[in-house]
């Protein structure tokens, strides 16, 4: 009884050539590509999207006026809140770091003699 050998050769187990194997593989990696690309696109919009928001609130702060004082304006400028107060013939700005509600300084302006 003589056996005989047969190969497969270029052939996988399943009967699929080498060539749609090929092609196979090809459509696998460019649904990974295009995956990762979306992923990284996800991601910088995030992180654009988080640096353009509005800082967190800082919830209430209270800060009490000097007697006699008056709100006349305020502004912001980048990070920091500016107010202009009245004061008995002075101009006081006040300057606020709107992230934190800190009180950052004071300019008094008084009327008074020429420089």
Known sequence: MAMTCAHNYG???????????????????????????????VVLVTIVNRSL??????????????????VRDWRVAGDELVIRLEQDGAVLFWTFD??????????????GSNP
């Open 53 to 70: 928001a509005p800082p967190a609130g800082v919830g209430e702060v209270r800060w009490q006026l000097p007697r006699g004082a008056e």
């Open 98 to 111: 709107r992230r934190s509600g800190q009180r950052l300084g004071e300019v008094r302006l008084e009327p």
């Open 11 to 41: 052939k996988s187990a399943a009967g699929t050539s080498g060539r749609e194997q090929f092609m196979g593989l090809k459509a696998l990696v460019i649904g990974m590509g295009v995956l990762i690309v979306a992923g990284v696109a």
